[in-house]
């Protein structure tokens, strides 16, 4: 074959598809817009007469459109083949033709000129060439209509998912037997789905006149179907028939599992009882992310790990996994995060875990949220590389013991060199001044790392490692210490396990919360021992007794500690919890050296920023309190203008006129007021979102019930606005802004060392004496009465510093302020009945000035 034959075949193609392209567009837009509208599933929902006529006008308009493209698709000549090609070619004169004409006479002189002629023309079209195809559709398509329809239909199977074959083919296929007939009444059908128990959602009953529902993915369908006459019903799923299973002789029964769409239809002697198109929506796994990176905390060694997880249906767990960057193949470690109650499906928080005991601590690590959802489907965050928080060690041998530890964590294989270290380690005894148990623990580490292979040695190693370095650096001071925080913590269990349930104190718990007192007793007595030899050591002087700073001496913990257990054996319990946050001041006070050195002026600024918002909070206590207040009196105000109302109507009306709605219409003047209130409100509100952050900038966390008090006073900012009854929310607000101050005082204790309001000054010995101890009388009323107090035992400015920041004032609890609220409602009841006697209205209305 050659080229020019060639050539010109391509050509005809050429010309083929650009008569072909125009002709088919038609046919396969009406392809395109029917799928379209397969796609986005209205023929499901549609009759089966109009789905049918529906698809007799598609088919005859793609008929049409069919018998007008076959007119178009004839294939070109050969002349116009060979014509094409000398265009494209930008040839003229027909060289094609020449090839193929013969000159009519029989002049030797014209053969050869003709010859040469038609060389001169094969030379021409050696080089032909066929341009690309242009079928000029933009020309007749001047909207471009053929790309939104592209695009609708890439946007229709995205949509349509794994489900588009399925909605493609009932498009095709009506369903002949119409809409769903109706149950007759001596038939009953009842079909419900119920989803899986981890959505919480309620089951979904089926309308027995059909219709579309959409269902989680792994949700039960059970169809009941009792009464009338004929055979087995079936359950049909996208065409697939499943028998019921007979209950009795006229009850049947089936269920299936719905883990995608499908037209279901209940079927009884070839005709559809009911008919249900169902869409089912898969469950998504979770997403969690990191809301900040994860970083060392503010203080102490702990790590901040702030995080955000979502889930379509409810988170069930969440945790963080660590992996050594070092190493990346080692095992991880797993920290469990605390999520909200409930399961929720959206939720963000902070841990903030301590692993500098860990023998990671001082390296870099790669931490990865891991979300689990309650179907088992995980989803996991993009990694965060950060370093863990190590202590700090001074003692020479805890710091080689630490730095061994660390190569053990990055190369476990290095036993050789690490047993070699601690044989160097052991081999210079004067290093841990000759004590025997230190060089015991290094023989037993040394020949453990040398005789046992397990891979369980090397973590067992590291921890005896850090025992030592530990046991090594801290002395016995700090043991002592560590076994007094010990004791104190369990005493603070013990009580607060008797103070939530002292109806049930058993002999057995009395007698175990006095081996505790006695536990505590005697950690302290160790503790101060340990305290006077280290001061010996250092040719300090003895610990002095200061009444004003309340530090401790054997008198002053024998008289607390038997008060403390009389109150124990007595049943009060909130007296024996008030001693023992006394003797944690006192010993506080005598760990931090009070009596000692200055205060730190930074953390004394801290410490004053922070009883300024709490004195800021109680000043929100009683402008809230305020609020009530005049609700209160505008509800009394409202209930005596309709009670006036009333007895108008009884004396004018026979028979009375029943109290209608707008009876209880507030008036202006009180419209006026519960708008005024409202932007007082909304003022507060303000002021405690600015509260909130000063106190987070401040300490790094904010109590959980100022938010709660936050979303009560916008509750009641919008009941005001309204004219609806606020006083509910403010209620909600008061509790939850003492609640708020109370915790702002504990956190501020834990950070700053700073004493609650309220505990261990005048309360704390008032009820003391008043238990029947006289033992310390004068050591209380020196406290009351010394420097910087006035005869009442109250601070005075100068000791204040110039201003009353309230923190001597003890904020009343939830308990207290609701029995006076409970007080308060009652005597205004009492006061709107006008019928009492004018004695007793005129006692209540004096009672009620007061407030």
């Given at each position: 074959?050659?080229?020019?034959?060639?050539?010109?075949?391509?050509?005809r193609?050429?010309?083929?598809?650009?008569?072909?392209?125009?002709?088919l567009?038609?046919?396969?837009g009406?392809?395109?817009?029917?799928?379209?509208?397969?796609?986005?599933?209205?023929?499901?929902?549609?009759?089966?007469?109009?789905?049918t006529?529906?698809?007799l006008?598609?088919?005859a308009?793609?008929?049409w459109?069919?018998?007008?493209?076959v007119?178009?698709l004839?294939l070109?000549?050969?002349?116009?083949?060979?014509r094409?090609?000398?265009?494209?070619?930008?040839?003229?004169?027909?060289p094609?033709?020449t090839?193929?004409?013969k000159?009519?006479?029989?002049?030797p002189?014209a053969?050869?000129?003709?010859?040469?002629?038609?060389?001169?023309?094969?030379?021409?079209?050696?080089?032909?060439?066929?341009?690309?195809?242009?079928?000029g559709?933009?020309?007749?398509?001047?909207?471009?209509?053929?790309?939104?329809?592209?695009?609708?239909?890439?946007?229709?199977?995205?949509?349509?998912?794994?489900?588009?074959?399925e909605?493609?083919?009932?498009?095709?296929?009506p369903?002949?037997?119409?809409?769903?007939?109706?149950?007759?009444?001596?038939?009953?059908?009842?079909?419900w789905?119920?989803?899986?128990?981890?959505?919480?959602?309620?089951?979904?009953f089926?309308?027995?006149?059909?219709?579309?529902v959409?269902?989680?993915?792994?949700?039960?369908?059970?169809?009941?179907?009792?009464?009338?006459?004929?055979?087995?019903?079936d359950l049909?799923?996208?065409?697939?028939?499943?028998?019921?299973?007979?209950l009795?002789?006229?009850?049947?029964?089936?269920?299936?599992v719905l883990?995608?769409?499908?037209?279901?239809?209940?079927r009884?002697?070839?005709s559809?009882?009911?008919?249900?198109?169902?869409?089912?929506?898969?469950?998504?796994?979770?997403?969690a992310?990191?809301?900040?990176?994860?970083?060392?905390?503010?203080?102490?060694?702990?790590?901040?790990?702030?995080?955000?997880?979502?889930?379509?249906?409810?988170?069930a767990?969440?945790?963080?996994?660590?992996?050594?960057?070092l190493?990346p193949?080692?095992?991880?470690v797993?920290?469990?995060?605390?999520?909200p109650?409930?399961s929720?499906?959206?939720?963000?928080?902070?841990?903030?875990?301590?692993?500098s005991?860990?023998?990671?601590a001082?390296?870099e690590?790669?931490?990865?949220?891991?979300?689990?959802?309650?179907?088992?489907?995980?989803?996991?965050?993009?990694?965060?590389?950060?370093?863990?928080?190590?202590?700090s060690?001074t003692?020479?041998v805890?710091?080689?013991?630490?730095?061994?530890?660390?190569?053990?964590s990055?190369?476990?294989?290095?036993?050789e060199p690490?047993?070699?270290?601690?044989?160097?380690?052991?081999?210079?005894?004067?290093?841990?001044?000759?004590d025997?148990?230190?060089?015991?623990?290094?023989?037993?580490?040394?020949?453990?790392?040398?005789?046992?292979?397990?891979?369980a040695?090397?973590?067992?190693?590291q921890?005896?490692?850090?025992?030592?370095?530990?046991?090594?650096?801290?002395?016995?001071?700090?043991?002592?210490?560590?076994a007094l925080?010990?004791?104190?913590?369990?005493?603070?269990?013990?009580?607060?396990?008797?103070?939530?349930n002292?109806?049930?104190r058993?002999?057995?718990?009395?007698?175990?919360?006095?081996?505790?007192?006695?536990?505590?007793?005697?950690?302290?007595?160790?503790?101060?021992?340990a305290?006077?030899?280290?001061?010996q050591?250092?040719n300090?002087?003895?610990?002095?007794?200061?009444?004003?700073?309340?530090?401790m001496?054997?008198?002053?913990?024998?008289?607390?500690?038997?008060r403390?257990?009389?109150a124990?054996?007595?049943?009060?319990?909130?007296?024996?919890?008030?001693?023992?946050?006394?003797?944690?001041?006192?010993?506080?006070?005598l760990?931090?050296g009070?009596?000692?050195?200055?205060e730190?002026?930074?953390?004394?600024?801290?410490?004053?920023?922070?009883?300024?918002?709490?004195g800021?909070?109680?000043?929100?206590?009683?402008?809230?309190?305020?609020?009530?207040?005049?609700?209160?009196?505008?509800?009394?105000?409202?209930?005596?203008?309709?009670?006036?109302?009333?007895?108008?109507?009884?004396?004018?009306t026979w028979?009375p006129?029943?109290?209608?709605?707008?009876d209880?219409?507030?008036?202006?003047?009180?419209q006026?007021?519960?708008q005024?209130?409202?932007?007082?409100?909304?003022?507060?509100?303000?002021?405690?979102?600015?509260l909130?952050?000063?106190?987070?900038d401040?300490?790094?966390?904010?109590?959980?019930?100022?938010?709660?008090?936050?979303?009560?006073?916008?509750?009641?900012?919008?009941?005001?606005?309204?004219?609806?009854?606020?006083?509910?929310n403010?209620?909600?607000?008061?509790?939850?802004?003492?609640?708020?101050?109370?915790?702002?005082?504990?956190?501020?204790?834990r950070?700053?060392?700073?004493?609650?309001?309220?505990?261990?000054?005048?309360?704390?010995e008032?009820?003391?004496?008043?238990?029947?101890?006289?033992?310390?009388?004068?050591?209380?009323q020196?406290?009351?009465?010394?420097?910087?107090?006035?005869?009442?035992g109250?601070?005075?400015?100068?000791?204040?510093?110039?201003q009353?920041n309230?923190?001597?004032?003890?904020?009343?609890?939830?308990?207290?302020?609701?029995k006076?609220?409970?007080?308060q409602?009652?005597?205004?009841?009492?006061?709107?009945?006008r019928e009492?006697?004018?004695?007793?209205?005129?006692?209540?209305?004096r009672?009620?000035?007061?407030?």
């Amino acid at each position: 074959m050659t080229q020019l034959t060639r050539r010109t075949r391509l050509a005809r193609l050429v010309l083929w598809w650009e008569a072909a392209w125009p002709a088919l567009w038609p046919p396969l837009g009406v392809i395109g817009v029917f799928l379209l509208v397969a796609l986005s599933g209205l023929p499901l929902v549609l009759p089966a007469a109009l789905h049918t006529l529906i698809l007799l006008g598609f088919a005859a308009a793609l008929g049409w459109a069919g018998w007008r493209a076959v007119r178009m698709l004839a294939l070109p000549g050969t002349a116009a083949a060979q014509r094409r090609l000398e265009r494209d070619s930008g040839l003229s004169h027909r060289p094609i033709a020449t090839l193929g004409d013969k000159p009519t006479g029989d002049d030797p002189v014209a053969h050869a000129l003709w010859e040469a002629h038609r060389r001169r023309a094969a030379e021409r079209i050696a080089a032909l060439r066929v341009a690309a195809p242009k079928p000029g559709l933009a020309r007749r398509d001047l909207r471009a209509l053929r790309g939104g329809l592209v695009v609708a239909l890439v946007s229709a199977l995205v949509i349509a998912g794994p489900e588009a074959p399925e909605r493609v083919r009932r498009a095709l296929v009506p369903h002949v037997a119409g809409a769903a007939l109706p149950a007759t009444p001596s038939v009953r059908l009842e079909a419900w789905i119920t989803p899986p128990a981890y959505t919480g959602a309620a089951p979904v009953f089926l309308d027995p006149a059909g219709g579309s529902v959409v269902v989680p993915a792994g949700s039960r369908l059970q169809v009941a179907v009792s009464g009338g006459a004929g055979g087995v019903p079936d359950l049909v799923l996208d065409g697939t028939a499943t028998p019921f299973r007979t209950l009795d002789r006229a009850s049947f029964a089936a269920e299936a599992v719905l883990d995608a769409g499908a037209r279901l239809a209940v079927r009884r002697d070839g005709s559809d009882i009911a008919q249900w198109s169902l869409t089912v929506r898969a469950d998504a796994p979770p997403v969690a992310s990191w809301d900040q990176a994860p970083a060392r905390a503010q203080r102490g060694l702990a790590i901040r790990l702030p995080w955000r997880a979502e889930d379509d249906w409810g988170l069930a767990t969440l945790r963080v996994e660590l992996r050594l960057k070092l190493r990346p193949e080692a095992e991880p470690v797993v920290l469990d995060l605390p999520l909200p109650p409930g399961s929720p499906r959206s939720a963000h928080g902070a841990g903030q875990p301590d692993l500098s005991a860990h023998p990671w601590a001082g390296l870099e690590v790669e931490a990865r949220l891991v979300a689990r959802d309650h179907a088992g489907q995980e989803g996991r965050s993009e990694g965060a590389f950060l370093e863990l928080p190590e202590r700090s060690f001074t003692h020479p041998v805890s710091q080689l013991l630490i730095a061994l530890r660390k190569a053990l964590s990055v190369d476990p294989s290095g036993r050789e060199p690490a047993r070699q270290e601690l044989d160097r380690i052991a081999g210079a005894p004067e290093a841990f001044e000759h004590d025997t148990g230190t060089f015991l623990a290094l023989r037993s580490a040394r020949h453990r790392l040398q005789r046992d292979r397990r891979p369980a040695a090397i973590a067992e190693v590291q921890e005896t490692l850090w025992d030592i370095a530990v046991a090594l650096e801290e002395g016995r001071t700090d043991r002592t210490a560590r076994a007094l925080a010990a004791a104190r913590e369990a005493l603070r269990e013990a009580l607060e396990e008797a103070r939530r349930n002292p109806e049930q104190r058993t002999d057995e718990q009395r007698a175990e919360t006095e081996r505790r007192i006695q536990e505590l007793r005697e950690a302290i007595r160790r503790h101060l021992e340990a305290l006077a030899e280290r001061l010996q050591r250092e040719n300090a002087e003895a610990l002095p007794y200061d009444p004003q700073q309340r530090l401790m001496d054997q008198r002053e913990l024998d008289r607390r500690t038997r008060r403390m257990e009389e109150a124990a054996r007595q049943g009060r319990t909130e007296d024996a919890q008030r001693e023992l946050a006394e003797l944690e001041e006192m010993l506080r006070a005598l760990e931090e050296g009070r009596n000692m050195r200055a205060e730190d002026r930074q953390r004394q600024q801290q410490r004053q920023r922070g009883q300024q918002q709490m004195g800021a909070v109680q000043d929100m206590v009683q402008r809230q309190a305020q609020m009530l207040d005049r609700g209160h009196q505008r509800a009394e105000q409202a209930d005596r203008d309709r009670a006036q109302q009333r007895r108008q109507q009884q004396t004018f009306t026979w028979p009375p006129r029943p109290p209608t709605s707008q009876d209880a219409q507030p008036t202006p003047q009180q419209q006026a007021e519960a708008q005024q209130d409202a932007r007082i409100q909304r003022a507060l509100r303000r002021a405690l979102g600015e509260l909130m952050q000063q106190f987070g900038d401040l300490t790094g966390d904010v109590p959980q019930q100022l938010g709660e008090a936050d979303r009560a006073m916008r509750d009641s900012a919008e009941a005001l606005r309204d004219g609806r009854d606020a006083r509910e929310n403010q209620q909600r607000a008061i509790r939850a802004l003492t609640e708020g101050g109370r915790q702002m005082a504990q956190q501020m204790q834990r950070q700053f060392g700073q004493s609650q309001p309220g505990e261990g000054e005048e309360e704390g010995e008032g009820e003391g004496m008043a238990g029947g101890e006289q033992g310390g009388e004068g050591q209380d009323q020196a406290q009351q009465q010394g420097p910087g107090r006035d005869p009442l035992g109250r601070r005075t400015r100068e000791q204040t510093g110039g201003q009353d920041n309230a923190s001597d004032t003890r904020v009343p609890d939830e308990a207290e302020l609701l029995k006076t609220r409970r007080i308060q409602e009652e005597l205004r009841r009492r006061g709107a009945e006008r019928e009492r006697p004018p004695a007793e209205l005129d006692y209540i209305d004096r009672l009620l000035r007061q407030f």
